[in-house]
């Protein structure tokens, strides 16, 4: 069949209308807190944190592979929600997307990148942008080469860093579905353009966001790198994990 209307590029034909699955297609008898931090951590790392803080489950989210608890922590002014992040921006955005929908209406995802530029491990850093070289992100928000992060919740991340006395450098990522296929070239294209990360999951986080006019923040810690055009996997960033849910921990309240 020959359509000259179509598109060569499927991820060009946006549409604002919904979707015919519904993010609360399981029902779920759920009314999450306002607040959400989105952690790309390992399972038991959470769950341990969760205890520590004196959280408990409230109820999962399924998925094909495994359950994601949902674990509600107690805090002085109001409770927050700490979910694992699952790897990659269709898996992320599908747990975004319920989270959103049984009553989130903040997140802040925290995890890991990748370096393009010569920056050391365990660095932090917000996000303001993100390049979309994913495709999950074209399904919520019409194309285009970037992604720019919902503003507000920026400059609220730059007020609480400002009053905790760290330094505050927001970052842009390049938002990547391929690991495998970061090659030279798109490196040096990337980094051309100002993307000083490589992530996974961003610019499609962002845009289930602002699709569903919520707010969203990012920050992330440099694990691995690829700055000399070659991959050192360094130390994956182990040394900021546990300090990534502290960080989290404060930093959701202030978005």
Not at 71 to 83: A, F, H, Q, S
Not at 127 to 132: F, P, Q, S, T, Y
Not at 169 to 188: L, N, Q, Y
Not at 214 to 231: E, G, P, R, Y
Request: include cysteine; aromatic fraction near 10%; charged fraction near 25%.
């Amino acid at each position: 069949m020959n359509d000259s209307s179509l598109s060569p590029i499927p991820l060009s034909e946006f549409t604002p209308t919904p979707g015919l699955i519904s993010p609360r297609f399981e029902k779920l008898d759920l009314h999450l807190p306002k607040r959400c931090l989105l952690a790309f951590l390992g399972e038991k790392r959470i769950e341990a944190f969760a205890k520590s803080k004196g959280g408990e489950v409230i109820g999962k989210f399924l998925s094909l592979t495994k359950p994601f608890p949902l674990y509600r922590i107690p805090g002085e002014k109001e409770d927050i929600l700490l979910v694992q992040a699952p790897a990659g921006a269709p898996s992320a955005v599908l747990i975004e997307d319920r989270l959103f929908a049984y009553g989130v209406g903040k997140i802040l995802a925290i995890g890991c990148c990748g370096a393009l530029s010569d920056i050391p491990e365990n660095c932090f850093f917000p996000i303001e942008k993100a390049l979309r070289d994913e495709g999950t992100s074209f399904h919520y928000l019409p194309p285009s080469r970037f992604v720019d992060l919902p503003k507000g919740p920026l400059e609220k991340l730059k007020a609480f860093y400002e009053e905790k006395g760290y330094p505050f450098h927001p970052a842009t990522t390049w938002t990547s579905d391929g690991f495998f296929r970061e090659t030279r070239e798109k490196i040096e294209m990337r980094k051309k353009e100002g993307c000083t990360l490589v992530d996974m999951e961003c610019s499609a986080l962002a845009a289930c966001a602002i699709f569903r006019q919520k707010d969203f923040a990012q920050i992330m810690f440099t694990a691995d790198t690829l700055a000399k055009m070659a991959h050192d996997q360094r130390n994956w960033g182990a040394e900021s994990r546990n300090a990534a849910l502290l960080l989290g921990m404060e930093a959701v309240m202030a978005i």
